[in-house]
């Protein structure tokens, strides 16, 4: 079983960054896969981004490629989400996720564990 928490969510405005957290315990997440995805309100949940523990490979959607950067620590068990140039589009609750294996994936049925979601208020 693998417990995901996130933090950092916050308000913030139209331009301004923020840095996501999650911290993975529970087991061991070497061979796996993490992303992050997001949900706007009456939205269907976005998928962010991803990264391939073991080796740092990243894939970002068009959406946010060039203004988000994910990364891990693997001694604090931590993935990272930072969200630079941020827009009101971007107000959401931000979701981690992780798989059994190292596939990435955009699709978020393909994802076996998920954190309780931290708010992100972009404001104009």
């Known amino acids: 079983q693998v417990e995901l928490v996130e933090s950092g969510g916050g308000l913030v405005l139209t331009g301004g960054s923020l840095r996501l957290s999650c911290v993975v315990s529970?087991?061991?997440?070497?061979?796996?896969?993490m992303a992050w995805f997001r949900q706007a309100p009456g939205k269907e949940r976005e998928f962010v981004g991803a990264?391939?523990?073991?080796?740092?490979?990243?894939y970002y959607p068009d959406s946010v490629k060039g203004r988000s950067t994910i990364s891990r620590d693997n001694l604090k068990n931590t993935l990272y989400l930072q969200m630079n140039s941020l827009k009101p589009d971007d107000t959401a609750v931000y979701y981690c996720?992780?798989?059994?294996?190292?596939?990435?994936?955009?699709?978020?049925?393909?994802?076996?564990?998920w954190g309780q979601g931290t708010q992100v208020t972009v404001s104009s």
């Open positions: 996720a992780a798989r059994n294996t190292a596939r990435l994936l955009t699709d978020e049925s393909g994802y076996d564990y």
């Open positions: 529970g087991r061991t997440i070497a061979n796996t896969a």
């Open positions: 990264i391939r523990w073991n080796v740092g490979i990243t």
